[in-house]
């Protein structure tokens, strides 16, 4: 498995961030140019800037596209009661948003200086403070916040760290999906058995 997207079929926008996110993942985010992006889409610069006038406004509208899913989850999230069962829910579906985004995901995790000093760097920690927000008590215990922490960058973890052990895509974010809600289940119960 490359680190390619797979394109999406459709309009010329996709197929610019498709394009875009491959070349990035491939030889770097900083030298990666829009000539670069124009010749391998076959088209001029001029074509490309109808769309997008720098390579962060092509980066940016990947990532708004791709964590949407993680924003309306988070909009879900804070409707719902604080029951253990939608603390699972929010882990269930942002296991599923992170694994639709994977290689925008690969791309930020390697990338991470680029993307801290980038607009999207702020926005990225403020999600993941959303949705550690979601799932932890509002008077929970420094070690409750830290397993509530811990259960998201798991998931990570996963997404990265596991992408080289052998083994089956779906059956590793299973596993550091079943680790985040133990996780999540120990930090909602201090007291439940260990």
Known sequence: MGSTPQPRRGNTRQRIQ???LGL??????????LREIAEKLD???????YHFKTKEDIL???FEDLNKPVEDLITWGETQPRTL????EI??????????????FRFMQENQATVRDLSIGDTIKHRVLGLVDLIKDPDAALTDQVRCFSALFTMHAGMIALKDVNGDPEEKREAALEVAVELVTRAHDPAAPR
Do not use: H, M
């Open 18 to 20: 498709d394009v875009a």
């Open 24 to 33: 990035f993942a491939e030889q770097g985010y900083e030298k990666t140019s």
């Open 43 to 49: 088209v001029t610069k001029a074509a490309l800037y």
């Open 60 to 62: 940016v509208s990947i």
């Open 85 to 88: 069962e939608t603390k699972k």
């Open 91 to 104: 882990l269930r579906r942002y296991s599923e948003a992170l694994a639709r985004s994977a290689p925008l």
